[in-house]
């Protein structure tokens, strides 16, 4: 099994700044990735899907790329609503692993 | 309004059994995979089981195989988690979730969760 590794496993930033958290595969896979932001005491909210593509309605400073064993969310000028913690996805063939989430806050 | 609700959570005791319900409104399920995740009290997300669309197959992680079951009803637009044997660890909420329309196995939808607890 494709076990997925975030780092780091908690950040904080200043508003305005761009944040970058990583996704590591165990193995290479394709871009069956997705990320997600889930805040306290609410469930999780899709933000990407097959590793870059923003889901509908999702704010245009969140990103995603990669490939590989390697993928990245990027936050483009950081907001106070950003606060939450984001996991990583792997999605295939009825299957789903988790990376182990990265919380993030506001400096 | 298209939204997902589970019950039947609550507390109960190791070695018992227990069964979640999450119930559909706004949308059919009927063509819709489904899952189960949980997340301990202040731990990371862990998916459970999926189901497919017409109940043909199922998926579980290893620590719930041959303890848990999932089954759907679609004419009543239902989905259930049947847990047996329960162990301290399976301690979490328990989210009842939507596979997206156009990407199998990608969740977009989930319920607010029940809590169970083993103790």
């Known amino acids: 099994d494709i076990q997925m590794t975030q780092s780091p496993s908690s950040l904080s930033a200043s508003i305005g700044d761009k944040v970058t958290i990583t996704c590591r595969a165990s193995q290479a896979m394709d871009d069956s990735l997705a990320w997600y932001q889930q805040k306290p005491g609410q469930p999780p909210k899709l933000l990407i899907f097959r590793a870059s593509t923003l889901q509908s309605g999702v704010p245009s400073r969140f990103g995603g790329r990669g490939s590989g064993t390697e993928f990245t969310l990027i936050i483009n000028s950081l907001q106070a609503e950003d606060v939450g913690t984001y996991y990583c996805?792997?999605?295939?063939?009825?299957?789903?692993?988790f990376g182990q989430g990265t919380r993030l806050e506001i400096k | 309004q298209v939204q997902l609700v589970e019950s039947g959570g609550g507390v109960v005791q190791p070695g018992k059994s227990l069964r979640l319900s999450c119930a559909a409104s706004?949308?059919?399920?009927?063509?819709?995979?489904l899952h189960w995740v949980r997340q301990a009290p202040g731990k990371g997300l862990e998916w459970v089981t999926r189901i497919t669309y017409d109940g043909k197959m199922r998926k579980y992680v290893d620590s719930v195989k041959g303890r848990f079951t999932v089954s759907r009803d679609n004419a009543r637009n239902m989905m259930s988690l049947q847990m047996d044997n329960l162990r301290p660890e399976d301690t979490a909420l328990y989210y009842c979730?939507?596979?997206?329309?156009?990407?199998?196995?990608?969740?977009?939808?989930w319920g607010q969760g029940a809590l169970v607890i083993v103790s």
């Open positions: 706004g949308f059919s399920i009927e063509t819709y995979g």
């Open positions: 996805q792997r999605y295939k063939s009825g299957l789903i692993t």
């Open positions: 979730a939507r596979d997206s329309f156009m990407v199998e196995t990608l969740i977009d939808l």
